[in-house]
């Protein structure tokens, strides 16, 4: 990807992130004499009326809500090739993912952070917008007067007052998307943004976000008092009629147990790095530097399943390296950190493999793959068999699984990024392995053979087909190289 030079009156320094349909840039405003965030639209996709109009809408919302938790907008325009992009507030002290990263936090630090984020949600519902994808990484944190402070960004799938009765494609992140998020005309209201802060406060709270058959939060950790149980738990009911009917009501009850809580040493957890700690309801950020200001629309944000297409022959594609990815599991709790996994794929391969809870779905499990697939070579072209990148995707059928669905068009082969594809890994092993999990054999054998052949060639095959017995063999290897001791 080529550094533009500047966007405006903004100089661009570095790239800080991109995704499937944008990237964002650090920018400096020589005027302000101030770092700023500068998302771009991805060239592919700025002659697409349709994705300009929600690319600006974006910037349209955030800056009408224009509360100082959320990532604020202060500039618009377009590059000299016709690119639209906005101007936002830097987040120099990374996202909520990255804090997280080392395990949960303390009780005292988990509930204040939610309720901050609860009053941001609070914010957007009172000017008629539901974000509909709260999640970690569209969590930022800032330092703001010698304090930090938390901004939500990202409202690219975001609905309106005015568009909330209209048909709804199914979106959101799975682990915190309301399940009315992914139904077909589900029409999801700010209920179902009170089901993501009620997933968000469970990671906070457990260090992973809710699964499908989830325990409380006190029989992951037993240090949560029950009543914390029962906020938490009515914010994550299926029936949205049960739960709380608002963010503020959910701000409201975690406000009355703050400063019942005492903050907890996690005897059961490993030590939270210094680098990524909160205390006194502030964040301890010791390292120089920092990840991105935004949120991208990165595989991962939209959901949409288009059907139950079998690859056949078609694999995978992928290509450029993401940029700060070695912050992905740096403990080694799903990879084994000494066996020539790249880093800067580790915390792709870690959200693609731990998408959703099925049988044999693990990081491990993508990592195998993408090594027997290409060597983890981002720049792989097989222009014979239709298959590009590091996961080997065929564009027409990557379509189906990027973030949109088949309602974008099908991204050209230079443009498959791991951002793009390895999420989509994921998401297409998790609708489609489910189909399966009663097949015989090695359930993650069975999704890889799967991710090569189909859903009616395992079932036919009563398990890996016969042809591709082969790869499912050098995935297994790998496997059992990858998975932590």
Excluded at 22 to 36: K, N, R, T
Excluded at 148 to 177: E, F, K, Q, V, W
Excluded at 313 to 328: I, W, Y
Aim: proline share 9%.
């Amino acid at each position: 990807m080529e550094t533009p030079r500047a966007a405006g009156r903004y100089r661009i320094d570095r790239l800080l992130g991109s995704g499937g349909f944008a990237a964002v840039w650090l920018g400096h405003d020589s005027e302000l004499d101030a770092p700023v965030a500068i998302k771009i639209l991805a060239d592919h996709w700025a002659q697409r009326e349709d994705l300009r109009e929600r690319f600006v809408q974006e910037a349209r919302l955030l800056r009408s809500v224009d509360s100082h938790r959320l990532v604020q907008v202060f500039d618009i325009g377009e590059l000299p090739d016709g690119r639209p992009y906005f101007v936002m507030s830097y987040a120099d002290r990374g996202t909520l993912e990255e804090l997280l990263a080392a395990g949960p936090l303390p009780l005292n630090d988990a509930l204040h952070l939610a309720r901050e984020i609860a009053r941001g949600v609070e914010a957007l519902h009172a000017h008629g917008v539901v974000h509909r994808d709260l999640k970690p990484s569209n969590v930022l944190i800032r330092s703001t007067d010698g304090a930090d402070r938390i901004m939500i960004a990202d409202l690219g799938i975001a609905r309106t007052d005015d568009r909330l009765s209209s048909l709804t494609l199914p979106a959101g992140s799975p682990g915190y998307m309301a399940p009315e998020q992914a139904q077909i005309d589900g029409a999801p209201d700010r209920r179902s943004d009170v089901y993501g802060l009620g997933a968000l406060t469970y990671h906070m709270l457990t260090g992973e976000p809710p699964a499908e058959r989830r325990r409380v939060p006190s029989e992951v950790r037993p240090t949560v008092p029950h009543n914390i149980d029962s906020v938490v738990q009515r914010a994550l009911e299926p029936d949205r009629e049960l739960r709380w009917p608002s963010a503020h009501d959910f701000a409201q009850a975690l406000s009355q147990t703050l400063g019942r809580v005492d903050t907890d040493p996690l005897p059961h957890t490993r030590p939270v790095p210094k680098r990524h700690r909160w205390r006194k309801g502030r964040l301890l950020w010791t390292a120089g530097g920092a990840l991105a200001a935004l949120l991208l629309v990165t595989g991962g944000t939209v959901w949409a399943i288009a059907g139950d297409d079998e690859r056949a022959n078609h694999a995978p594609a992928a290509p450029r390296k993401e940029h700060g990815a070695s912050m992905g599991d740096p403990n080694g709790r799903w990879l084994r950190t000494d066996r020539g996994i790249p880093p800067q794929y580790r915390r792709l391969i870690v959200r693609a493999g731990t998408w959703c809870e099925i049988p044999g779905l693990s990081p491990a499990l993508i990592a195998a793959m993408l090594k027997t697939e290409s060597n983890f070579d981002p720049d792989l072209s097989d222009p014979k068999a239709d298959e590009y990148g590091i996961a080997r995707w065929t564009p027409s059928v990557l379509s189906r699984w990027q973030p949109g669905g088949s309602n974008n068009p099908a991204p050209r082969p230079a443009d498959i990024t791991p951002e793009l594809s390895v999420p989509a890994m994921g998401r297409f092993l998790c609708s489609l392995g489910r189909q399966i999990e009663t097949v015989p054999g090695d359930p993650a054998l069975n999704l890889a053979g799967l991710y090569r052949s189909g859903v009616e060639k395992v079932k036919k095959s009563g398990g890996v087909p016969p042809a591709y017995r082969p790869y499912t063999q050098k995935v297994d290897q790998y496997l059992k190289i990858y998975r932590p001791s």
